[in-house]
């Protein structure tokens, strides 16, 4: 069956960079975009960006742009959201999804990433 | 960008009552509108795609509807595993985004 499994928790202090990871079985890798969603603690989903596994293309939203890394390693199935300059509103929790038609069926567990001095 | 606007925000049902949500966009979708259902301290579950195709798995109770910048979400019969947050997404054009949130409160 399909999974998602996202690397650990992180702690991060103003000004530094976190790099979480995405490893995914039970389908081929390079077949499905993987798409990025945050949540802050108490508030909704916000859309980061996507991965297209099999060309390396990127497309990210906006607000994200020039802070915002995603990669892919295609021959250990796994994708990687690295966000630079955090602050403290980048506290959140992190999912990976793969992307069918543009929505979601599968996600990650997330992972949180706190951003606190 | 395309804003999602949902209502309401919370609701408070007794079971088996018939639940309707609403999603409205700042554009038209086209059809490019999903539902999840998300409950506290997990990922969030595709209930609905394409407006109103139901998700593999997901129970028949839940029902979505509309077209261009209105669309519904419906539940049928609320059952007691219904109580969640549902968002709205649209996916025609990004950046991709969701309403922001309805929550089913037991009453």
């Known amino acids: 069956q399909v999974q998602l499994v996202q690397s650990g928790a992180e702690v991060k202090k103003p000004g530094a960079s976190v790099k979480v990871s995405c490893k995914a079985a039970g389908y081929t890798f390079t077949g499905h975009f993987i798409h990025w969603v945050r949540q802050a603690p108490g508030q909704g989903l916000e859309w980061m960006g996507y991965l297209s596994p099999n060309h390396g293309l990127t497309i990210y939203a906006q607000k994200f742009q020039g802070r915002l890394t995603m990669t892919g390693d295609t021959s250990i199935s796994t994708a990687y959201m690295e966000l630079n300059s955090l602050r403290s509103d980048d506290t959140a929790m992190y999912y990976c999804?793969?992307?069918?038609?543009?929505?979601?069926?599968?996600w990650g567990r997330g992972t949180l990433v706190t951003v606190s001095s | 960008d395309i804003q999602m606007t949902q209502s309401p925000s919370s609701l408070s049902p007794s079971m088996g009552d018939r639940v309707t949500i609403t999603c409205r966009a700042t554009?038209?979708?086209?059809?490019?509108l999903a539902w999840y259902q998300q409950k506290p301290g997990t990922a969030p579950n595709l209930l609905l795609f394409g407006a109103s195709r139901l998700a593999s798995g997901v129970p028949s109770r839940f029902t979505g509807s509309g077209s261009e910048t209105i669309y519904t979400l419906t539940i049928t019969s609320v059952q007691p595993e219904d109580f969640a947050t549902y968002y709205c997404q649209q996916y025609y054009i990004t950046p991709y985004t969701f309403g922001q949130g309805t929550k089913l409160e037991i009453k």
């Open positions: 999804a793969r992307g069918d038609n543009w929505y979601f069926p599968f």
């Open positions: 554009q038209d979708l086209h059809d490019s």
